[in-house]
Structure formats: C-alpha cells, structure tokens
C-alpha cells in the first residue's frame, strides 16, 4: 500500500521561508499527478499547487508567485517552495498524489494522502 509523509512544516514569521516534502513508500508503477493542499481551521480543504507527469504546473491565484512546486520523477517526491508566507497560509498542508500502483501482478488505481504537516505563520 502506498503511503505518503509529509515533513518540513514549522513555525516561520511573516515573510518568511519553508520547503516542504513530500516522500512515498510502496510499489508504484507510475504517477500521473502530485498536489499539494492544505486545510485551515474551520475551513475546507483547498488546493495550493499541482505539477503532471509532463510538469505542467497549477496554482491557487492566493498563492501564485509565492509558492512553487517541484517534482523528482526518479524518486516519485513532490516539493512545495513556499517564500513571503503570509499569516493566512496557516493550515495543514497535506500531499496527494494520483496514479497507478502495483499489488503483486495487480494494478490498481491510486490516490493517496499524507496525515499533513502544520504550517504556522506567526511573529
């Protein structure tokens, strides 16, 4: 089963800088899609970037400029840049990613969550 972690989130004052990660486990046998997301309190989870196979890249307009996506098609991660954080990008920021997957001789559809990783944007 595919699993993902996310990691790199932390307290960062306004304006400043994080990178966050986003590292897979199990079989895949191709990805077509990887996102980045995020939830902030008592809202609904919302897109932040997305990045295909082929790196077309996608943004959220509140994002745009600011934040930019990255993927290792060798080892199947995804990045999130972010730079000028702004209180509002305080959320769990959740990775996702979209594709085939191998059980065996089995291939399955698969889209897969990280648990998220927590970015506070705070002075």
């Known amino acids: 089963q595919v699993q993902l972690v996310e990691s790199g989130g932390g307290l960062v004052q306004p304006g400043g800088s994080l990178r966050l990660s986003c590292a897979r486990s199990g079989s895949i046998f191709s990805i077509n899609y990887m996102g980045w997301y995020r939830q902030a309190p008592g809202k609904q989870r919302e897109l932040v970037a997305e990045?295909?196979?082929?790196?077309?890249?996608n943004y959220a307009n509140s994002v745009k400029g600011r934040f930019t996506i990255s993927r290792d098609n060798a080892k199947n991660t995804v990045d999130l840049q972010m730079n000028s954080l702004k209180p509002e990008d305080t959320a769990v920021y959740y990775c996702?990613?979209?594709?085939?997957?191998?059980?065996?001789?089995?291939?399955?559809?698969?889209?897969?969550w990280g648990k998220g990783t927590l970015v506070t944007v705070s002075s």
């Open positions: 996702n990613m979209k594709g085939v997957e191998k059980k065996g001789t089995v291939y399955a559809a698969m889209d897969a």
């Open positions: 990045i295909t196979s082929g790196g077309s890249t």
